[in-house]
């Protein structure tokens, strides 16, 4: 994760707000992922499911056919580089995370 440390009030912390913002992008029409509804048309379409059982705080999706589930905040200003790196890992040569 990137991100510059600051030092306040006596405490070292990881600042990712100063570090370089990271976008999800579509491979296949090269657009970047910029809400929850763009995303899902694309898992459905790749056979992701939404899952309503699990956390009511998360936004969820799962595959029939592995174990595999997706979760992110159900703010979409929350979704992080760590929620993309996620979806990039379990939908290979889909999805790309670049600097913003």
Same mark, same amino acid.
């Given at each position: ?13 990881l600042?990712g ?5 990271k976008? /999800?992008?579509? !491979? @296949? ?12 048309q &694309?898992? #459905? ?23 595999? /589930?997706?979760? !992110? @905040? ?9 929620n993309?790196?996620? &979806?990039? #890992? ?11």
């Amino acid at each position: 994760m990137s991100g510059v440390w600051v030092f306040n009030n006596g405490v070292f912390r990881l600042d990712g707000r100063h570090g370089k913002r990271k976008v /999800l992008v579509h !491979l @296949p029409s090269g657009e970047v992922v910029s809400s929850y509804t763009f995303l899902e048309q &694309i898992l #459905i379409g790749l056979g992701w499911e939404r899952y309503y059982d699990g956390d009511p705080d998360l936004y969820q999706f799962h595959k029939h056919s592995s174990i595999d /589930l997706i979760s !992110l @905040p159900k703010d979409f200003s929350k979704f992080n580089s760590i929620n993309m790196y996620d &979806i990039v #890992i379990k939908n290979p040569n889909v999805f790309h995370v670049r600097d913003k």
